[in-house]
């Protein structure tokens, strides 16, 4: 996964609450172990129409949603079962962040160790961002900041670890296989 410390990116409004990891990614795609592959089946049931085309009302196929990195979901978005491939989906499909009122524990974990930033905000921000749908927002981790059109930042808060990964682009293992030469001296004396 690529290093997050600051970056721009569009936003695509996705603004029915209770999205859970079943709608993010269905079961039937459960039957791998790879993170690569599974965009193509980020929100299968809702993106494709019965005969595989893609639906044109889904708000994810909206010429404006293509390349838009930045998912304002709705309240309690990632609920339901513990499924990392739901993140690797969001990952694979070219999301970088989630903004919504209220995120699963679950998946905000599993989010953040899979080169996803998740976003709490107040009802007022969420509001504005989906009356404001395919805007540029920056998302800046140094200074935990997400900064709106018009210079509104915004502050929000992240595990001081998981935004360390999110930062140096590892996940709990890299920051392991990072630490080797200090494990080795450690035991050397040990």
Request: contains cysteine.
């Amino acid at each position: 996964m690529q290093p997050i410390v600051t970056f721009t990116a569009r936003t695509v409004v996705l603004p029915q609450a209770d999205i859970d990891t079943d709608q993010i990614i269905p079961a039937r795609f459960l039957t791998t172990t790879q993170k690569t592959g599974l965009g193509q089946h980020a929100f299968s049931s809702w993106r494709y129409l019965a005969d595989g085309t893609l639906n044109p009302k889904f708000e994810l196929n909206a010429p404006s949603a293509q390349g838009a990195q930045v998912l304002v979901a709705g309240h309690n978005f990632g609920c339901g079962s513990s499924r990392e491939h739901a993140p690797w989906a969001l990952y694979d499909f070219g999301l970088r962040a989630v903004i919504s009122t209220q995120i699963a524990d679950i998946f905000r974990s599993n989010a953040q160790k899979n080169g996803i930033v998740p976003i709490i905000v107040d009802q007022d921000i969420h509001d504005w961002l989906v009356a404001h749908p395919d805007i540029a927002v920056t998302i800046d981790l140094e200074q935990m900041l997400l900064k709106l059109p018009g210079g509104r930042d915004v502050a929000f808060e992240l595990d001081p670890f998981a935004r360390y990964c999110l930062m140096h682009g590892i996940d709990q293992l890299g920051y392991l296989v990072s630490q080797d030469e200090a494990i080795a001296k450690y035991e050397a004396t040990h």
